[in-house]
């Protein structure tokens, strides 16, 4: 009996120390209002609440206080004043700031902890003001949690830290829908330090219509991209990531989509470290670069840098673009895949680089070249397409297949979407493995239906590819996904070649024009006799194919 008394004796002053120690203080936003709920005990904590626009300060020295954000409104606020770290927890959160300044902005100069709850959507924009951000962090943040978090930055970036932001590896989704600067901005650092920087060890970061670049670490600040993926679309002379130092990209997935003049994908003051990961870099623009290594000798900044090096990872990189002439220096500057102010040192890794159109460079280097690994592999593509035309896009994840067998090497081969009027609609990038990605582009949210070619460098040929299903456009959708790509099957054989003999030749002109004819030819493969790929069998296409006879056309597949 004695054990048991004093068994539950210990057990009552655990449970008063776990009350004692309650340290979640409670804000729920209510349209026009706000309520703050602090637990018991907590005294260093001071709220003020106008309708719904909080303002907190708070004396702590020695607790991290966990603040529960929750609820909506359509005009409030969240002001903290501190001079410790706290952690803030996202748990549903619909804020808006219309009267002026940031949705949240948080002025404790310390580590500050952004939770994004499990399973919960938070949105956060501002509207008017001269804030830095519609988030703002005087401190560095650093975020985790699998939820989402949806920002619109109106008046500046969405999201700003003054120090460093970080990326745990349970971190959901964070999506900037549009920014008037940068998507997120964070700031001051110093060279060989690191000591701010923006690094990303997980979780899903989407960036569109922003005015400014995409990630900006500013200031002699370093970008560090060790997992997760970063989608981002760079606007004119904007930056899909940018350091004021160094660039280094060791893992997760980089997708940028550069459709402005005088634009880059990746641009590092003083070095990119390309080491591992996958790396989808479009550009689309004149005077724009895939990858920007920029030499500064008389700035405010990193001197002496320009240097790319690449040690592992794949890069995959389509340039579209001509010449853009500088109205002030009347310097011309060439739209390029790479371009390196200093020296170039490829110790391993892969580089594919398409060039679309007469006028797109695929790499150039000013200083030396040392390459003693990996592989640098340049084509000139044989479709042309301008996304910067196009309002529109959706993805396609994707195999090729002929026979029973994958593709893994596309070393000298292309995959092409086009409308049914033939209208190249998008270009794939395929890594060495057993998907590959496929933006397609369009004018219409209408559905359209999409038909695929593959272009053999070797034969210098197109063959048609026969989707496992209908493709139809809708803007924003996905096809696919990497552990089930939408599988595009091929013959092998070129377009004329209908009774696949391997060469094209009278009997396969005799063929099509039996068929036209009403007649059954012997043999007729009829997705070889749509010479021109327009979705029609017709003299056309007899023409063609005489005409690839009168050539002696050989088709022998190897």
């Not at 389509?318 to 002439?325: A, D, E, M, R, S």
């Amino acid at each position: 009996m004695k054990r048991l008394i004093i068994t539950t004796m210990m057990a009552a002053v655990t449970l008063l120390t776990a009350e004692a120690q309650n340290t979640t203080i409670d804000i729920i936003y209510k349209g026009t209002t706000a309520e703050v709920n602090i637990p018991d005990g907590i005294t260093d904590v001071t709220p003020t609440v106008e309708g719904a626009n909080v303002a907190i300060t708070s004396l702590t020295s020695t607790t991290e206080y966990i603040y529960r954000l929750s609820g909506s409104s359509t005009d409030g606020s969240l002001l903290i004043n501190g001079a410790y770290k706290l952690t803030l927890l996202l748990a549903g959160l619909d804020l808006t700031n219309a009267h002026g300044g940031a949705a949240i902005d948080i002025e404790c100069g310390k580590r500050i902890a952004v939770e994004l709850a499990d399973g919960t959507t938070n949105r956060l924009a501002d509207v008017s003001g001269a804030q830095k951000a519609a988030l703002y962090f005087k401190g560095h943040a650093e975020f985790e949690g699998g939820g989402t978090l949806n920002v619109t930055g109106r008046v500046k970036h969405a999201i700003c830290a003054k120090e460093y932001m970080e990326l745990k590896g349970s971190t959901g989704t964070i999506n900037v829908l549009g920014a008037q600067s940068d998507g997120l901005h964070c700031g001051k650092g110093k060279i060989n330090n690191e000591h701010n920087y923006f690094l990303m060890k997980g979780g899903n970061i989407s960036i569109m219509n922003v005015g400014g670049d995409g990630i900006d670490s500013d200031d002699y600040g370093t970008i560090r991209m060790e997992g997760g993926v970063i989608s981002i679309n760079v606007p004119d002379g904007a930056t899909g990531l940018k350091a004021d130092s160094i660039v280094t990209v060791s893992g997760g997935t980089v997708n940028i989509a550069v459709k402005g003049k005088d634009s880059e994908g990746i641009r590092s003051r003083y070095a990119t470290n390309i080491e591992g990961g996958q790396l989808y870099i479009v550009v689309n623009g004149d005077g724009s670069k895939a990858i920007k290594g920029k030499n500064y000798t008389e700035a405010s900044t990193v001197l002496n840098g320009g240097y790319v090096n690449i040690s592992g990872g794949e890069t995959h990189i389509q340039v579209l673009g001509g010449n853009l002439t500088d109205a002030t220096t009347s310097e011309i500057n060439k739209c390029m895949g790479l371009s390196v102010d200093a020296d170039l040192i490829q110790s391993g890794g892969s580089v594919n680089i398409t060039a679309l159109g007469s006028e797109a460079f695929t790499y150039n280097v000013k200083g030396s070249e040392s390459r003693t690994n990996g592989t640098i592999d340049c084509i000139q593509a044989p479709w042309t397409i301008n996304t910067a035309d196009y309002q529109y896009d959706m993805t396609a994840y994707m195999a090729v297949q002929r026979g029973s067998s994958r593709l893994t090497d596309f070393k000298d081969k292309a995959i092409g979407a086009f409308a049914a009027d033939g209208q190249c609609m998008g270009y794939a990038i395929f890594a060495d493995s057993q998907y590959g990605i496929l933006r397609i582009y369009s004018n219409s949210t209408s559905a359209q239906d999409i038909s695929f070619r593959l272009y053999d460098y070797s034969t210098q040929a197109e063959y048609p590819l026969m989707p496992s299903q209908p493709v139809a456009f809708a803007s924003l959708s996905n096809v696919g996904n990497p552990s089930s790509p939408l599988v595009l099957s091929y013959s092998g054989y070129q377009q004329g070649d209908v009774n696949h003999d391997g060469k094209i030749d009278k009997s396969d002109t005799d063929a099509i024009t039996r068929h036209l004819t009403g007649q059954t030819p012997n043999v007729f493969f009829p997705e070889q006799a749509d010479l021109n790929m327009d979705g029609v069998i017709n003299i056309v296409d007899v023409t063609l194919a005489i005409e690839k006879a009168l050539g002696d056309t050989d088709n022998t597949n190897q």
